[in-house]
């Protein structure tokens, strides 16, 4: 089989989480131009619906909306078990759901921390847990979290520390798990993303003044458009990856370089 054809995601099922728009609106929208069947799973379900209507139309695949919250086992087990029985199976996902809060430590209240973590973090751990326990028992899987260059530098000027330890530990749970279900045929692996034009950054009133610094401290000069993570993420969920596990690959445009 040719690497391009390894490459692709032809007969492939999967899910992306906080897929109603932004990185994970992009890539399910790659999954699917790939050839898979997919499905839109996030907290806002009319733009879900809409988000799956739009990628069922460019690419003639079967793209379903599910409403989930990430922050709920029991709505992360039905998830998963209407995409199996949906899209019938489940190969890949894309756990890709977050928040930031911006606030100084001193002044961040403990529910404001919480939120950031609970989603950030624990929903990451429910739904990556809940796709690995199918996987492990129906013949292996790809599972790709996201993590942030939050991981690796701190962000400045605006003060993040919830959202730069939640990305942190995202990328350590890649690892201990990659590391657990490796004999397996379950992979695990993370995006570490730079700054990305995203809803998360545009609608954010706090962040959009920031926005010229962060650029004159970028090596590009710019902020990463969502569909410059596409690529990565059809990679890591075929099976041209299939020795890459417990890795995190930081697509920041050498932002995190110096
Ligand atoms: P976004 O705000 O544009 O989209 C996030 C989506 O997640 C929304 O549709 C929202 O409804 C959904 N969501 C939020 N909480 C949820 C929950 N509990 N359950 C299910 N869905 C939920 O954000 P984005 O920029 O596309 O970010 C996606 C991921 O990428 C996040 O994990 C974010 O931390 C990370 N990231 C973003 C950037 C950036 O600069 N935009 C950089 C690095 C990492």
Redesign the pocket.
């Known amino acids: 089989m040719g690497i391009i054809e390894k490459m692709r995601l032809d007969g492939k099922k999967g899910f992306v989480?906080?897929?109603?728009?932004?990185?994970?609106?992009?890539t399910a929208s790659g999954f699917a131009e790939a050839g898979a069947d997919v499905a839109i799973?996030?907290?806002?379900y009319d733009?879900?619906v809409k988000t799956a209507a739009e990628i069922a139309e460019a690419t003639g695949r079967k793209v379903i909306a599910l409403k989930?919250?990430?922050?709920?086992k029991a709505?992360v087990e039905a998830m998963v078990k209407a995409v199996v029985e949906e899209l019938g199976g489940l190969d890949f996902c894309h756990n890709?759901?977050?928040?930031?809060i911006n606030a100084p430590a001193e002044e961040m209240t403990y529910e404001q921390w919480m939120k950031v973590i609970?989603?950030?973090l624990n929903?990451?751990f429910l739904t990556d847990v809940e796709a690995g326990k199918y996987m492990l028992t129906h013949g292996g899987g790809s599972i790709i979290n996201?993590?942030?260059?939050?991981a690796h530098i701190v962000n400045v000027p605006q003060p993040q520390c919830a959202?730069n330890a939640?990305?942190a530990a995202?990328i350590q749970l890649t690892k201990s798990l990659a590391i657990e279900w490796a004999k397996r045929g379950v992979r695990v692996n993370s995006?570490?993303?730079?700054?990305?034009?995203?809803?998360?950054?545009l609608?954010s009133p706090s962040l959009v003044p920031l926005i010229e610094k962060w650029n004159a401290m970028a090596p590009m000069g710019r902020?990463?458009k969502?569909e410059e993570l596409e690529s990565i993420c059809v990679y890591l969920a075929g099976d041209s990856s299939s020795f890459t596990t417990g890795s995190d690959f930081i697509v920041?445009g050498a932002f995190t370089c110096f």
């Open positions: 989480t906080g897929a109603a728009r932004g990185i994970g609106k992009c799973v996030d907290l806002d733009e879900a989930c919250d990430c922050t709920d709505q890709n759901a977050g928040i930031c609970n989603i950030n929903g990451v996201t993590a942030s260059m939050s959202y939640s990305k995202v995006i570490s993303p730079g700054y990305i034009g995203t809803d998360l950054v609608n902020l990463g969502p920041d």
